[in-house]
């Protein structure tokens, strides 16, 4: 059983819903990550919190939009997506730097 | 960009050993992780090596790491159909203070009875 929680499992939405992902881990992580999953491709990073603050977007269509409330809670708000956004979008946490990401199972997203 | 390389399938009989291969590219990455993912789950951190390391093993799980030529491999002792999964390789993102991990394209090891 994974430690990262990520809801829903499974989302379908249409082009112009606003829908969100969360994402909680209560391991004490001040590291928490956003990637992105296409099928039969490795996962690709989109966000990178630190301490509750945005560190790193990889240049990120501002149609995702990350929010870390607090420390344990990681969102990731959606709007206006478009068919080439369906994959499997994974959250992560870490004690920071190099240490080992821990990962949740991912929600898979389809976009209509 | 910086790229880890995989292999993309690997077929064993079940009972055998799997060694799975990735070459890296960025030396100065500290860990150098093994992540597994079944079909439709998230990752599963495998098993982690610190670049001052040349071996560690953990119950059936053996990394090898050799800094000079930048490669890791996984061997699997005893291989078991409950290992059929999609083995990433990953290092941390090179880019210049970025916590997020580079992976490889995944090995798909296969098993056969």
């Given at each position: 059983d994974t430690e990262v929680t990520q809801t829903p499992k499974h989302l379908v939405m249409g082009m112009t819903n606003k829908k969100s992902l969360k994402c909680e881990?209560?391991?004490?992580?001040?590291?928490m990550y956003w990637y992105k999953q296409k099928a039969k491709k490795p996962p690709e990073l989109m966000f990178v919190y630190s301490y509750e603050k945005l560190s790193i977007n990889e240049s990120v269509p501002s149609r995702f939009s990350p929010e870390c409330p607090n420390s344990s809670l990681l969102n990731l708000h959606l709007h206006a997506l478009?068919?080439?956004?369906?994959?499997?979008?994974?959250?992560?946490?870490s004690l920071g730097g190099e240490v080992p990401q821990h990962f949740g199972d991912g929600t898979r997203l389809s976009i209509l | 960009g910086e790229d880890v390389e995989q292999s993309l399938f690997l077929s064993v009989r079940e009972g055998d050993s799997s060694v799975i291969n990735c070459t890296y590219t960025d030396s100065s990455s500290t860990y150098l992780y093994w992540y597994k993912q079944e079909p439709g789950a998230g990752l599963q951190l495998l098993t982690y090596i610190f670049s001052n390391m040349d071996m560690k093993q953990d119950q059936r799980l053996t990394v090898l790491l050799n800094k000079k030529d930048k490669h890791l491999s996984l061997r699997i002792a005893d291989t078991q159909t409950g290992d059929s999964a999609?083995?990433?390789c990953a290092e941390r993102d090179p880019g210049g203070g970025a916590d997020g991990l580079t992976f490889g394209k995944g090995t798909h090891l296969i098993i056969q009875p």
């Open positions: 881990q209560h391991m004490g992580h001040r590291a478009q068919p080439e956004d369906s994959a499997l979008y994974l959250c992560a946490s | 999609i083995y990433f």
